[in-house]
């Protein structure tokens, strides 16, 4: 077959550390099947499923089987993450070297969606994490600081009426884990960074020489709180769409380094989840096919990544982090072909209908987005291509 890529740009194939594949459990709005074609599409090679699944991935049996069924999609590399503890918001620790020592050799783990909260049971996870030399990942969220919260705290949601998620609940448990890692020695890695001070702290975390990484989300580099005023449940993600200025903060973060990745935190709702009122409804948005499109509009386009700056950090951070390389070695050299062929010049409007997933809540509906991932190899063969996901 031959693949023909004039005019086309070629990358690393993507990675992303956050993807909720809701498989087990919620298999009417994502299965491994149809969250790996969704990956193919998007332009990804990998994709670290999280933890939060029913029953939560806090085993071995139950990374091994996402591991598996990863295998025998064969559209995508599917990375179990393993849950920190046992149970939803679990209160004990989870058996880490059990997870990655088995088949699904697990290197990373995290909260199920519920922040750990309570600082010694952190500690511990950190501790135990160095042992293994896996990472921890962090959902910084300080529970007693959200409850009943609805949207970002600020101007919008008080005129609104709606119970506020404070930035400063995000920023105390980054604060917090970064002296714990500091304190261990651990790999911290921080979920979906939202607001200005978090961006800020974590600045201040790596001049320390503290081990700390960060990923950003697409909907938060491009979207905020300006689209509440419609109360449509679709751009309800947790932690909520912050301020404008937060999210000029947050590129150029990502410009800078100072964030290190893009991860999609692709959370499938079925309709109705989302097709109801704005405080019944369950926080999250698709990401996988629209990543590469809402960086290019917010990053490339406006001059603060080059194509280079795109394979750093929606493949090469990614794969740092997670210790897919081999002494930070870019995945694509001496590696094999697993590649990225984007159009850049392409522009295409987005319909959550046509999109892989079984769910179809993206924030992006009906918005034209520039750049259009081509074709996807993973290991040199290929797994989508101009629209298709092909095992
Ligand atoms: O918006 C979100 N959705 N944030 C999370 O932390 C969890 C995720 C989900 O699983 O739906
Ligand atoms: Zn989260
Ligand atoms: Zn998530």
Redesign the pocket.
Same mark, same amino acid.
């Given at each position: 077959e031959v693949v023909d890529a004039t005019g086309l740009i070629a990358l690393p194939g993507f990675i992303d550390l956050h993807t #909720?594949l $809701?498989e087990p459990g919620r298999e009417d709005t994502e299965t491994i099947a149809t969250g790996s074609a969704a990956a193919a599409l998007g332009g990804y090679t990998a994709v670290f499923a %999280?933890a @939060?699944t029913d029953p939560v991935a806090d085993n071995a049996v139950i990374v091994e089987h996402v591991w598996r069924r990863g295998r025998e999609v064969g559209l995508v590399d599917v990375y179990p993450v393993g849950a920190v503890t046992v149970g939803l918001a679990g209160e004990r620790l989870a058996e880490l070297g059990t997870m990655a020592n088995s088949q699904a050799q697990v290197r990373m783990f995290s909260d199920d *969606?519920h922040c750990v909260a309570d600082p010694l049971l952190m500690r511990r996870a950190l501790e135990y994490s160095t042992a293994l030399d896996v990472v921890i990942a962090q #959902?910084a969220?300080e529970p007693r600081l959200t409850v009943g919260a609805q949207a970002h705290e600020g101007e919008r949601a008080a005129r609104l009426g709606l119970a506020g998620w404070p930035a400063a609940a995000e920023e105390a448990i980054i604060a917090r884990d970064c002296l714990l890692a500091r304190q261990t020695g651990a790999r911290l890695h921080v979920? #979906?960074v939202s607001t200005a001070g978090a961006a800020e702290l974590l600045r201040w975390a790596k001049a320390q020489g503290i081990t700390v990484s960060a990923e950003v989300t697409p909907h938060h580099l491009l979207l905020d709180d300006e689209r509440l005023g419609t109360f449509d449940p679709v751009n309800?993600? @947790? &932690?909520p769409l912050r301020t404008a200025a937060d999210a000029k903060v947050l590129r150029e973060a990502l410009a800078e380094g100072v964030l290190d990745c893009v991860a999609t935190?692709h959370?499938? #709702?079925a309709a109705q989840d989302k097709d109801c009122e704005w405080a019944a409804a $369950? &926080? *999250? %948005?698709l990401g996988l096919q629209t990543a590469l499109s809402v960086v290019v509009a917010t990053m490339v386009e406006p001059g603060l990544l080059d194509w280079r700056g795109v394979a750093r950090v929606m493949s090469e951070r990614p794969a740092q982090i997670a210790g897919l390389t081999d002494q930070g070695r870019p995945i694509a050299v001496g590696e094999p072909a697993n590649l990225t062929l984007v159009d850049p010049a392409a522009r295409w409007t987005v319909r959550g209908g046509e999109l892989a997933s079984i769910a179809a809540n993206t924030p992006y509906e009906g918005m034209e987005l520039p750049g259009r991932v081509v074709t996807t190899l993973l290991r040199g063969k290929v797994t989508a291509h101009d629209g298709k996901a092909r095992s």
């Amino acid at each position: 077959e031959v693949v023909d890529a004039t005019g086309l740009i070629a990358l690393p194939g993507f990675i992303d550390l956050h993807t #909720h594949l $809701r498989e087990p459990g919620r298999e009417d709005t994502e299965t491994i099947a149809t969250g790996s074609a969704a990956a193919a599409l998007g332009g990804y090679t990998a994709v670290f499923a %999280m933890a @939060n699944t029913d029953p939560v991935a806090d085993n071995a049996v139950i990374v091994e089987h996402v591991w598996r069924r990863g295998r025998e999609v064969g559209l995508v590399d599917v990375y179990p993450v393993g849950a920190v503890t046992v149970g939803l918001a679990g209160e004990r620790l989870a058996e880490l070297g059990t997870m990655a020592n088995s088949q699904a050799q697990v290197r990373m783990f995290s909260d199920d *969606g519920h922040c750990v909260a309570d600082p010694l049971l952190m500690r511990r996870a950190l501790e135990y994490s160095t042992a293994l030399d896996v990472v921890i990942a962090q #959902h910084a969220e300080e529970p007693r600081l959200t409850v009943g919260a609805q949207a970002h705290e600020g101007e919008r949601a008080a005129r609104l009426g709606l119970a506020g998620w404070p930035a400063a609940a995000e920023e105390a448990i980054i604060a917090r884990d970064c002296l714990l890692a500091r304190q261990t020695g651990a790999r911290l890695h921080v979920c #979906h960074v939202s607001t200005a001070g978090a961006a800020e702290l974590l600045r201040w975390a790596k001049a320390q020489g503290i081990t700390v990484s960060a990923e950003v989300t697409p909907h938060h580099l491009l979207l905020d709180d300006e689209r509440l005023g419609t109360f449509d449940p679709v751009n309800k993600v @947790n &932690p909520p769409l912050r301020t404008a200025a937060d999210a000029k903060v947050l590129r150029e973060a990502l410009a800078e380094g100072v964030l290190d990745c893009v991860a999609t935190d692709h959370a499938p #709702h079925a309709a109705q989840d989302k097709d109801c009122e704005w405080a019944a409804a $369950r &926080p *999250g %948005m698709l990401g996988l096919q629209t990543a590469l499109s809402v960086v290019v509009a917010t990053m490339v386009e406006p001059g603060l990544l080059d194509w280079r700056g795109v394979a750093r950090v929606m493949s090469e951070r990614p794969a740092q982090i997670a210790g897919l390389t081999d002494q930070g070695r870019p995945i694509a050299v001496g590696e094999p072909a697993n590649l990225t062929l984007v159009d850049p010049a392409a522009r295409w409007t987005v319909r959550g209908g046509e999109l892989a997933s079984i769910a179809a809540n993206t924030p992006y509906e009906g918005m034209e987005l520039p750049g259009r991932v081509v074709t996807t190899l993973l290991r040199g063969k290929v797994t989508a291509h101009d629209g298709k996901a092909r095992s």
